[in-house]
């Protein structure tokens, strides 16, 4: 196979790095930090160039280059340091968390001299990076075929295939990875109220809730996120002897891929309450100090029930498994938006099969998602799916129940509420909406339709305006 240039030797950069190698991959790699390149010293496989021109000295033409830095300014930067150097028909790859209109305009600036542009989207972490990512990619056609058999060797295997895509031209790629970040963020917000809940709602002890979350990546409801949850629960801080979880601070950071998603759905008119509250829960968590000064003034929301217990702890996992799924229901509807404003085409069947392994979403429900959407590519909902219905119908009066108590109860469920709402608003064949309108027509002569005849309608409102 022809051998890849790297840019960026951070710990996305560095394993990849390894992964290719350890598929007998040559790679020359550089890195703006000096100390980044010594590391990877002394394997022979990994040849470091002292600049971003020696690397593309070293490489046939037309070379392939892989840039793994941070999205943003690092990237524009990487892109520079190797432009002048570059030639019609080189391919350079973007593997950062680029927002797709980013990747769509350096595809097109790059294309102006000929050269063939990737976005690709790299999920799985660190481990995932060395060991298997899931690899969505999008822009050059001709591009990813002459790359595809280096990014089939090091990308994950799922049900006997890469976890590997092509989703179609500039941005694609990346536009499905942030759909996935979204869905990721959550899928972790749901995960943590129901990890909230059983503490502070049900009441159980720290141990007890490890144990009942662990017991919940079982079967259907198996993910890589819950794994690594009850992973995490089940550490302890070495320095208080407490439950690790108890000593991290409160406070959720983001670098704006779940927040893009919201834009994006927003801007598309898609409706994807539980991807922004999401987001809107980690950005109120970060107002740490104001919810301190408001716990301290107007008392705390929380009364812990313990007569609950064991109906919250059965109906949790229930509530999870069907807000999860009315998760990705939004998600995908937000990648078909996507794909028809773009011309992109995106099977969302393959969207699952690549998602199936490698990457943070990794989970046994992107079994039946993948064959809901083979079964039918023209789904407009994956919750009209006749299977994922079913699941879903099946846990419904849990996951009512368990909103009921939360709410009750005063724990914040964010996630699961709105997915509960939206799991129901998608179904009322009739709902509020005709009270906004008259509403609208009332205050500002908007008008409204009428369910009897065509037209535009104004109410017969008099009095004083
Ligand atoms: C992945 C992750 C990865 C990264 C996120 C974290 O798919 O491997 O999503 O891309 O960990 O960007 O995002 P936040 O820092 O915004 O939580």
Redesign the pocket.
Known sequence: MRAIGLIGLGVMGRNLALNLAGHGIAVHAYDLDEAARTGLAGLESIRLSRSPAALLAGLERPRAILVMVNAGAATDRAIESLEPGLSAGDILADGG?AHYTDTIGRARALGKSGVRFLGLGV???AE?ARLGPALMAGGDAGAFRELEPILDAIAAKAGGRACLGYFGGDGAGHFVKMV??AI??AVMAAIAEAWFALRHLAGLAHGEAAEAIAGWNRGEAQSYLLEITADVLGRIDGASGQPLVEMVLDRA??????AWAVEASLALGVAAPSLAEAVFARTLSSAKEERVAAELRLGSPLHVDPSQRDALRRQLPRALFAATLACYAQGFQLLAAGSSQHGWNIDPAAVAEVWRGG??LRAALLDPIAAAFRGAPGLANLMLDSALAAAMAEREADWRAMVAAALVGGAPVPVLASALAYAQGYRTKRGAAALIQAQRDRFGGHGFQRIDRPGNHHGPWSGPE
């Open positions: 968390n999920s799985g972490g995932g996935h970040n990721e963020y950071e983001q670098k704006g891929t779940g990457c943070i």
